[in-house]
C-alpha cells in the first residue's frame, strides 16, 4: 500500500492542483504542516511521560531487594515445616 511510484505521485499532485486551485494549495499546505508537527509534538509528549512513568514504577526493584536478602541471609518467606517433627 505504501509503494508509490514517482508516476503516482504525480498524478496526485496533478489532481490535487486540479481540485483545489492554486491559491489555495500553499494554505492547505501550511495547515498540513501545521497538524503533522502538533501530531509529533504530541507523540514525543506522550513517550517522555510514558519512559518517565516507566522509571517511576521500576519493575526490577522488587527482585533486587530479594536477590540482597538472600545474599545477607535474610528469609522472605518462612522456612518450610518439617513434616516429621508433628
Given at each position: 500500500?505504501?509503494?508509490?511510484?514517482?508516476?503516482?505521485?504525480?498524478?496526485?499532485?496533478?489532481?490535487?492542483?486540479?481540485?483545489?486551485?492554486?491559491?489555495?494549495l500553499p494554505g492547505i499546505a501550511r495547515g498540513t504542516g501545521k497538524?503533522?508537527?502538533?501530531?509529533?509534538?504530541?507523540?514525543?509528549?506522550?513517550?517522555?511521560?510514558?519512559?518517565?512513568?516507566?522509571?517511576?514504577?521500576?519493575?526490577?526493584?522488587?527482585?533486587?531487594?530479594?536477590?540482597?536478602?538472600?545474599?545477607?541471609?535474610?528469609?522472605?518467606?518462612?522456612?518450610?515445616?518439617?513434616?516429621?517433627?508433628?
Open positions: 500500500m505504501g509503494n508509490f511510484g514517482i508516476q503516482e505521485i504525480v498524478i496526485i499532485v496533478v489532481i490535487i492542483a486540479l481540485l483545489f486551485g492554486s491559491t489555495r497538524h503533522l508537527r502538533k501530531t509529533k509534538d504530541s507523540v514525543g509528549t506522550f513517550k517522555d511521560e510514558f519512559e518517565s512513568g516507566m522509571r517511576e514504577i521500576d519493575p526490577v526493584s522488587p527482585i533486587k531487594e530479594t536477590m540482597k536478602n538472600a545474599e545477607t541471609g535474610k528469609a522472605t518467606t518462612p522456612p518450610p515445616k518439617d513434616p516429621a517433627a508433628e
